[in-house]
């Protein structure tokens, strides 16, 4: 594994830069962010930072990623007879029903946690649509977790917003999945827990 030495300070200026990539797994983070450190001074001694993967291999980012949970959620929707094409972005149009549905992707960031955004401003403009979370497992499968647009609606604006992004904090406690919502108790997901059927009504 290559090795990168660098001093406590842009350590520190790392972790500033890193705030927006809540979402995004460390590799991703510091491929987005490593070309800044070469601008900052001190980039020398102290902390020891893992760069990349074993034997120099890198595997897909997490817009690559992203994207292909979108392409083989859309997919198995149509082996189940639902027509949906993306149409751009995270964003994709599901023709029965004539409704918006945002995809956003995200893998296990830590363990039985996972950390989702959607563009607040395209949340708005779609107007009442699904969400649907495509939880991606250290295993690689995905969990997708279907939210119809009243519960959407409903909990929009009781989220963390940050830079024009609603943050979604899923976690997993046993079977069961909980959506984090801030000052508040967590709100139970579970029902929604492959709920690809709430789509064809």
Known sequence: MQKIEISDKVWQYLQRLAIPFVDQTPDDVLRRILPKVTEAKGVVAGTKL??????????????????????????????????????????????????????????????????????????????????????????GSVVDIVLPPDVVTMILPRLFCYKGQVKFNVKRVGNRYQLMIPRAEPMDLSSYVKGRSLLSK
């Open 50 to 139: 893992a760069v990349g993967a074993d034997d120099g291999e890198v595997g897909p980012s997490r817009k690559e990623r992203g994207d292909r949970a979108r392409q083989d959620y859309i997919s198995r929707l149509q082996k189940e007879g639902l027509t949906m094409r993306l149409a751009g972005g995270i964003w994709a149009y599901l023709e029965r029903g004539d409704s918006w549905v945002a995809l956003p992707s995200a893998t296990e960031r830590r363990p039985n946690r996972w950390f989702l955004g959607i563009s607040e401003r395209e949340a708005t403009e779609k107007g009442r649509a699904f969400i649907a979370l495509l939880c991606q497992e250290e295993s």
